[in-house]
């Protein structure tokens, strides 16, 4: 998994080391061609070939997963932080607009907020990241809590250490930590829900290669090109299931 998660990055920092196509070039002679010589995954339906495609709509799909889930880490941490340290009345306000975020299907929120703010890459990316704040907080809040009452915090605070330096030298690493990992499993169900969106037509705009909107031009071309929702469906399995799997190795 880890070996097949490499090989995605490597595809959105440098797609030309495995490809030499051009995502965007259209050929009117080979529309829905067959996987074959020459474009080993086939075309599209205006002729364009697939597994450039794919290799070049890993950036747009991983910036938006990896975007997502560090909005969500950062703020997540910092509200779970909060809840988990201050007083009962911070942190039953922290805890109880929590609730409200949570509420809400991460999926729903995000297009709630795509449609007051409209659509494109970063917007779906700051949506994705919105919504799964209240995940984090949580999970934070939890291991604050637990690593609070922990004795080495007792003998610090015994030793004279000012509360900054408790906090952001014992509490915050291991408070953080689990968190860090958990991330990595949130990692591919946020790249899903930006799949998602662009299937939508909230993600990244055409003519920009992104899987998602891939599928979502592919939909109705089934029978003739099932090649061409296939291979980009499986791509967006492949990257789901290797960061679910890391991320409980871990």
Sequence with gaps: CALVLVLFVLAALWPQLLTG???LAADRALIL????PGHPLGTDEIGRDVYARIVFGARSSLVLGFGAVVISL???TILGLVAGLSNRVISTVTLRLTDIGAAFPELVLAILILALFGGGLATATLAIGIAGIPYYVRVVRG???RVRSSTYIEASRGMG???TRVLARHVLPNAVRPVVVIATIGLGGATLAGAALSF???????P?????SMLSNARNFLTPGWWAAVFPGLAITLFVISTTVL????
């Design 21 to 23: 196509q051009d995502p």
């Design 33 to 36: 061609a067959p996987p074959g």
């Design 74 to 76: 950062f703020f997540g």
């Design 143 to 145: 291991e604050a809590l």
């Design 161 to 163: 250490l000012s509360r």
């Design 200 to 206: 939508l037509g909230l993600g990244s705009p055409p």
């Design 208 to 212: 920009t290669p992104e899987w998602g």
């Design 247 to 250: 991320g409980r190795r871990l």
